[in-house]
């Protein structure tokens, strides 16, 4: 990441499973490579450890899927910044 001048490191994941080892990669990157926010669906029930994350958010497929099908697009609040 250094080599490509990247400084901060955001992450999106979907249908994660997230064991102790995964637990320990995303908090080496963390500290490594300034992991600054992981966001990640509910498709798969998350652990408590992630959930208490400072950097970690989670997102309901339901009302991303519901919201989007029925055209309004109001989940993701940052659509209406641009």
Not at 23 to 43: A, C, F, G, P, Q
Not at 54 to 60: A, G, M, Q, R, V
Request: charged share 30%; glycine share 8%.
């Amino acid at each position: 990441m250094e080599e490509k001048g990247i400084g901060e490191l955001y992450m999106g994941i979907s249908h994660n499973l997230f064991s102790k080892k995964a637990y320990r990669r995303i908090m080496e990157m963390r500290k490594k490579y300034s992991l600054r926010k992981l966001d990640v669906t509910n498709s798969i029930p998350q652990t408590e450890d992630f959930k208490q994350l400072p950097f970690f958010t989670e997102y309901d497929l339901a009302v991303i899927f519901a919201n989007e099908i029925g055209g309004s697009g109001r989940y993701f609040p940052e659509r209406d910044q641009r």
